[in-house]
T-cell receptor, first 110, second 117 residues
């Protein structure tokens, strides 16, 4: 059974204070790892897909990295508008469905 | 381009009532999904449809039924609502991003917030 664990559950940062969110996973075979952003009252919004160890992707202040057991979402010099819940999900080989972690709620204070 | 549209956005039901949550996508995606999201539980798969005419159970299918009406529409039905079904329901559709590996890309709707009293 696929498992996705995100840590921390919640993170409070000051504006400009860089940090990282962790996503550890257990799958029989990884087809892809996904990061989503979710704002209150809205659906998940796609950020990144990673599918091989060592891969890195960047978008503005966010950078996602992938190893064989975990992924990190690095947030550099965050702004209040980066406040959201960040979701990690995996797609196992042989399936089209995603297994999600419980998310990390990020709050960036000015 | 609307993406994935869910109706209604909010609903309050009494225990034992039935209702259908509607979902439609305009991206010509083959696969569609229903997830529920509860505090502290993350998103859990209820049912999915890999293609028109097929449906399969996910992690938490009990108490729900689905219909893939056509390629665009995938509905979720609660036959006899229970308080445990109070949740936020998300519909999603997907397309193959990388054909060689079968990697999928998902688009989510904005959700239906259901309260069963």
């Amino acid at each position: 059974e696929d498992q996705v664990t995100q840590s921390p559950e919640a993170l409070r940062l000051q504006e400009g204070e860089s940090s990282s969110l962790n996503c550890s996973y257990t799958v029989s075979g990884l087809r892809g790892l996904f990061w989503y952003r979710q704002d209150p009252g809205k659906g998940p919004e796609f950020l990144f897909t990673l599918y091989s160890a060592g891969e890195e992707k960047e978008k503005e202040r966010l950078k996602a990295t992938l190893t064989k057991k975990e992924s990190f979402l690095h947030i550099t010099a965050p702004k209040p508008e980066d406040s959201a819940t960040y979701l990690c999900a995996v797609q196992d080989t042989g399936y089209s469905t995603l297994t999600f972690g419980k998310g990390t709620m990020l709050l960036v204070s000015p | 381009n609307a993406g994935v549209t869910q109706t209604p956005k909010f609903q309050v039901l009494k225990t034992g009532q039935s209702m259908t949550l509607q979902c439609a996508q305009d991206m010509n995606h083959n696969s569609m999904y229903w997830y529920r999201q509860d505090p502290g539980m993350g998103l859990r798969l209820i049912y999915y449809s890999a293609s028109e005419g097929t449906t399969d159970k996910g992690e938490v299918p009990n108490g729900y039924n689905v219909s893939r009406l056509n390629k665009r529409e995938f509905s979720l039905r609660l036959e006899s609502a229970a308080p445990s079904q109070t949740s936020v329901y998300f519909c999603a559709s997907s397309e193959v991003l990388v054909l060689a590996t079968g990697l999928y890309g998902y688009t989510f709707g904005s959700g239906t917030r259901l309260t069963v009293v």
